[in-house]
């Protein structure tokens, strides 16, 4: 039977062990450590005895640390050294051995907490009264004629205003950040402006263009009823509507728009000449929302009548250029599809007059040079994984796909959809010409970048470059969205750190497939964890609360994740129209949490009345 001693030497001597392998890695990663900013130097080192300690299989460990009632290494990401000297010394103790003594210049507990609150409040600005985890939203484009829609966020709890590069121009970028600045002065608030850059986009092209009409369809009943009208944006071909409860835009001549007021009915014969009449509701900014209690079918140069009410006056017009409806190919397991470089118009499968199939479906690439990047058999995802399929055939032109997974029914496949290749060695830079374009706006109005697609530490040498060419201090954010780049992200850390300050994303849309669904949920903690060693502040990003943003009501599932995403130090919303619900829930939701959970450490708030819940029950009554 093995004693008491023998036990406490033989876990002695595993953390002898670890310490042993971490001042090897210290070695080992000198260069790297003494490369980083003085800001992040100690951070640096805390990374590698964090890698150091990973290096080992600790389970065991732990469970013989727990069983003497001993810490168990389960939260030192941030203070590795430090805990495993403590635990030495105790161990020692316990054996009767000399304590060794204390190493100088190593991370304790509490000043771990100071660093990574200094490195948050570096990238983040002031945190929320009574909530330590920032909000971060993502703006629409219509922010930059909407001061009041910025300020009531800020008002409910914005932190940090996300522009997206990807979406509009320089012109309504500055109008939104103006519009930020004029909400910090009058709230005297320090809401930080982060601008997305695109990156690489891999995305399917353009569908051939469909018929130029647009069906109206006011909801119904089970019985045919109308129990909501549809919501018709009326506007100048060059204003789009301020949010998606749009049913459809007709665009007007600036002139004939003028005339529009509320109150005023918009008569029109749609294509099946059925009458329908339009309510003009109300105005929101340079366009007039109306209402239309029937089903119609509108195309461009269908005849407009306006009439005011108590005048029979009817003032004509025409509807202008509408878009072309939008197409797309329905896929179903089994079925084929070729993409290809050439960027014609795609078209859905041709089959004959018999059902027999004569061609298969096609559509192009936004992003041809991966071609050469992918082999045969390698996985292929679109639109965020709801169709899988197999790379079956690779040429120089096209690539020949057999869809493994789609909807019984058809999943259907549109333009500008993304495309994920997970096992595939692409050779895609993080940084594209359009990104080193905006990077010069970038660069002189915000307060951070967020760089997208980072796979390795030349990725980050290229933006780190690039910002080099302006008088800049801006932050950088890099979001991890790939395999390569999870696989690389210590190495991007130390590369990162020679700059200051900086943050990472984990961008959990497209590094839930490029992982896998059964691995992301670990390599999302991975990330937590390792940008934890690190003293960096992390973003919980993508689909938080999405349903309430997007349709007013949250699911049960998303509740619990935006629960945890406490344990970043920032948390990404993106746009919707009850966008200002989601970021007030969230809120009050992080504010909560926070008393149960302080990052990953479990906290043990009093139970009200917890005493009497007890005597309550029979086996305590008198």
Known sequence: MITKTEKLTAINQQIEEIIEKIRELED??????????PIYRRSALNLVHYLGLRSFD?????????????????????HVM??????????????????????KGIISIKKSKKILNRNTKLLFGYKSKKRRTRIMVTLP?????????????????????RINCAHDNPQTWRKMIDNIHKSNDKLAKNCKVMMDLGGPKLR??????????????????????????????????DTP?????????????????????RGDTIFLKDTRDKKTKIIIEGKKGNGRWGLCFTSAYVSSGTKLQLIKPGNKEKLAHQVGELLPLEQHISLKGNDYLILHKDPMPGKPAQYDDNGKLQKYAHISCTLPKVFKDVEKGEPIFFDDGKIEGIIEDVNEQELLIKITYAKDTGSRLKPDKGINLPASNLKVSGLTEKDKKDLKFVALHADTVNFSFVNDENDV???????GKYETTIGIILK????KGFKNLPHILLKAMQTFPIGVMIARGDLAIETGWKNFASIQEEILRICEAAHIPDVWATQVLENLAKKGVPSRAEITDAAMSQRAECVMLNKGVYIGKAVKMLDKILRRMQRFQKKKETMLPKLDEADKLFLSHDKFNI
Not at 28 to 37: C, D, L, R, S
Not at 58 to 75: A, E, F, H, M
Not at 141 to 161: E, I, K, P, R, T
């Open 461 to 467: 040498q290229q933006l780190m470059d690039e910002l």
């Open 141 to 161: 484009g219509s922010a930059g004629d909407d001061y009041l829609f910025v300020n009531h966020l800020m008002n409910l709890g914005m932190n940090s205003a």
């Open 241 to 261: 509507p301020p949010d998606d409860t749009a049913m459809a835009h007709i665009p007007v001549s600036e002139e004939w728009f003028k005339f529009i007021k």
């Open 58 to 78: 600790v389970d065991q460990l732990q469970d013989q640390l727990r069983d003497i009632g001993l810490p168990s290494l389960s939260n030192v990401e941030a």
């Open 204 to 237: 399917t092209g353009s569908m051939q263009p469909g018929p130029q009409i647009i069906h109206i369809k006011p909801e119904k009943d089970v019985r045919g009823k109308i129990i909501d009208p549809a919501k018709i944006w009326i506007a100048p071909p």
């Open 28 to 37: 080992y990663y000198a260069g790297e450590i003494k490369n980083v900013h």
């Open 480 to 483: 991890i969205e790939t395999q």
């Open 82 to 103: 430090k805990s495993l000297l403590t635990l030495s010394s105790i161990l020692n103790h316990l054996l009767g051995n000399p304590v060794k003594e204390k190493r």
